[in-house]
């Protein structure tokens, strides 16, 4: 026998993988998931309906082009078909532009709280991350600014932002992309977009409509309820859209995904409802937890962080494990370098009058 053995790119060794949000409890019959920002409603009824009956075509490979998708989101986003990329979720888009536009010496500039697969990957590919502090939980552009060098390759934005659910204007965005030279690409995440109602927010498609180094990306996972599909999309120049599909593997979104999607995007009624809701009970769920003394910033996705004093037992670990008794999974945020933090998705309002109540008794009881 020898010691011998295949030896992986030495950068890899040093990655920290992403560990999703919990599901089970051990002991726990009923559990309430609210850890991992998924619809309260579930897939939409359109979208449910499309996929009853096809099992029956998948030994045939899907559109690797995404061809119908990819007419369907143009029409509704007014964007050119030709610009869009379709993936496996978002996060294989991630995946692709890193490898795409970045490696070792090259730097890709992240935000402190932002979404973690952008230093994973970008880690993943042998390029440097830089992280910028953040202001009050929020991307603060001159901090971004103040770590661009003449080696960054990618800045990346997530607006409005997981885990913190701030957002930063279009004046900031386009002050942002302003200073970077043109040879960066800016990368703007919108997965929560249909969440937000800001006149003065912007999802990244008018800049990308006007510059040849801006990207948006949006996803089908959140209020279109299909998070176990896994569909996500780019919108880029041409130039971009051309180097990704050279990489891209040919079937990442499965009949199955296309199908949904397509459906999902018909459903104007099913996405209505579950903005309504979510406006109505994130706004319910902040303002309450603010009156149990408890720190809740102005969220404008599917979520709320939930940031606790540390004092007399209040702590964010204290009130994760008390939730757990009562079978409530939510998103601990150590990770994200918010170790005082708890993320709560907005479920259903009975999900959430549980949630407030079992946080009161957590805070009366210490």
């Known amino acids: 026998m020898t010691d011998k053995k295949p030896k992986p790119l030495p950068w890899l060794l040093e990655l920290d993988p992403y560990v999703g949000g919990e599901s089970k409890i051990e002991g726990v019959s009923r559990i309430i998931k609210l850890a991992s920002n998924e619809s309260a409603f579930g897939i939409s009824p359109k979208a449910q309906a499309a996929l009853e009956g096809l099992a029956a075509d998948f030994f045939r490979y899907p559109d690797g082009g995404c061809t119908e998708l990819r007419a369907k989101l143009a029409t509704k986003h007014k964007i050119p078909a030709d610009n869009i990329v379709c993936g496996g979720g978002s996060d294989d888009l991630i995946s692709l532009l890193m490898r795409c536009y970045a490696g070792p010496g090259d730097e890709v500039l992240v935000s402190a709280h932002g979404f973690a697969m952008f230093p994973i990957y970008a880690k993943g590919v042998g390029a440097t991350v830089v992280t910028a502090p953040e202001r009050n939980i929020t991307v603060d552009v001159d901090a971004l ?81 299909l998070g176990g599909m896994r569909v996500g999309w780019l919108y880029g120049p041409d130039h971009v859209v051309d180097v990704i599909n050279r990489l891209k593997s040919p079937f990442t979104v499965s009949t199955a995904a296309q199908v949904a999607a397509v459906a999902a995007l018909d459903d104007d009624e099913f996405v209505a409802k579950a903005k309504a809701h979510n406006t109505r009970w994130r706004r319910w769920t902040m303002e309450t937890l603010q009156q149990l003394g408890l720190i809740v910033p102005d969220s404008h996705c599917n979520f709320v962080v939930v940031r606790f004093p540390g004092t007399n037992g209040h702590d964010a670990n204290a009130a994760d494990a008390y939730l757990k008794t009562k079978g409530i999974i939510v998103r601990k945020m150590a990770g994200y370098g918010l170790p005082d933090a708890l993320r709560i998705t907005i479920g259903t309002e009975e999900e959430m009058r549980l949630v407030v109540d079992t946080l009161g008794a957590f805070m009366g009881a210490h």
């Open 145 to 225: 600014l103040a770590r661009v060098t003449s080696k960054t390759r990618i800045v990346c934005v997530a607006n409005p932002n997981n885990p913190t659910g701030t957002y930063i204007p279009v004046s900031e965005v386009k002050r942002l992309h302003a200073a970077l030279s043109p040879d960066v690409l800016l990368l703007l995440d919108s997965a929560y977009a249909e969440y937000i109602d800001e006149p003065d927010w912007t999802d990244g498609a008018e800049f990308v409509a006007k510059y040849q180094n801006v990207l948006m990306l949006r996803t089908f996972s959140k209020i279109y309820g």
